[in-house]
């Protein structure tokens, strides 16, 4: 390595404005999520006294949770504690290798083995270092991460893109709102909170079905609890958190799930106008934070005619068939660049000039 920077330590003090601050909880699932806390311009150079971060640099989780890998790009930001940086030497290891590489079992399973704790596993800097990396010919580094690279930039591609047809889909649930019209009504009018159902991680088995929890998709199942695509809504743990499924989908105990009721029945609508309804606060008394029902039931909702709500649907309905088409295209994606991962660290396949071939010379399509 040419360096490795651990940033763990004392929290910085945060402002609501200046360098975004990257926290171990925004590095999820190979990619940095949006920050959404920054620290002041004048603090930076203080607070990144140990090293600044260069474009390209892996940045990895060192507990809660561990071993979550991401690329830094060129943007100038403050890393938080619990994340330590990588960088490969120049001549010897290539970083957007050494990004996949992380990600490999190969080293996830030896970070989890060099790891202490019992509720939160976390790594130290010292344990860190004798974690071992299979390293071909930088040539050859370089063609795995370009092919590796471009299937994560198509994932990327198309997560851009749905933000843009989600944001088109909100602007025309805006302007439906700001035209005005329609009666006022309680949510125990439109919906009914159906309870979701016990479905342990050891108890399912591998399908296509999401599983959702109190805070989105938390996995999948080979059998459907609801038909279709469906509104869920966080019970308790993440109470008020709502989510949109695409297609059958299993709610867990954790949640609700939004069945229709009354002459109300898009459930594009009902999904907007449940995410702009305050339900976190509609909390119930126990120790585990839980969305109370029946106070749900009593929030009131402006329900357009029927006629601006099919208008509604139609333009819709395209933008999230295609939401969904990208997110069944990365999964694909995903899996393809996840099954490659081993086979090319282990030498089964070989990555030459972006050509990817098996041992033998046969195309590995």
């Keep these: 390595m040419a360096a490795i920077i651990d940033y763990r330590g004392k929290s910085p003090t945060k402002t609501t404005r200046g360098i975004p601050l990257i926290t171990a909880k925004i590095v999820k699932g190979g990619r940095i999520e949006r920050p959404d806390e920054f620290i002041a311009t004048e603090d930076y150079d203080e607070w990144m006294r140990r090293g600044m971060p260069h474009a390209g640099d892996i940045v990895m989780t060192t507990e809660a949770p561990l071993g979550e890998i991401a690329q830094l790009d060129g943007a100038k930001v403050a890393l938080a504690q619990r994340l330590i940086t990588l960088r490969g030497k120049p001549a010897v290891l290539d970083n957007t290798f050494l990004k996949f590489l992380m990600q490999s079992e190969f080293v996830q399973e030896q970070l989890r083995g060099r790891s202490t704790g019992t509720t939160v596993l976390g790594i130290r800097q010292s344990e860190l270092r004798k974690v071992t990396l299979a390293i071909p010919p930088l040539s050859e580094q370089r063609a795995i991460a370009g092919v590796l690279g471009a299937l994560d930039d198509k994932i990327e591609l198309n997560r ?74 966080g019970r308790k743990g993440n109470p008020g958190i709502v989510t949109w499924s695409h297609t059958d989908f299993f709610p867990i105990d954790t949640t609700f799930y939004v069945v229709p009721k009354g002459e109300c029945r898009s459930l594009y609508f009902l999904f907007y106008a449940l995410c702009e309804q305050d339900l976190p606060s509609l909390g119930a008394d126990s120790a585990v934070p839980g969305l109370n029902r029946n106070m749900a039931y009593q929030s009131e909702q402006i329900v357009p005619p029927q006629d601006v709500l099919e208008k509604f649907d139609a333009v819709v309905a395209p933008l999230y068939a295609r939401i969904h088409a990208n997110d069944e295209e990365s999964r694909t994606l995903a899996g393809l660049r996840d099954a490659l991962l081993p086979k090319v660290l282990s030498g089964a396949v070989r990555v030459r000039a972006g050509k990817v071939d098996t041992v033998d010379g046969v195309d590995a399509e």
């Design 160 to 233: 851009r893109m749905n933000e843009t047809l989600e944001a088109i889909a909100k602007a025309e649930f805006r302007r439906m709102k700001e035209e005005g019209g329609g009666r006022v009504a309680k949510l125990s009018d439109l919906i009914e909170l159906a309870y979701g159902d016990a479905l342990k991680e050891e108890n399912r088995s591998p399908g296509s079905v999401p599983v959702f929890g109190s805070n989105g998709q938390i996995g999948w199942h080979n059998l459907a609890l609801v038909k279709g695509s469906g509104i869920v809504v």
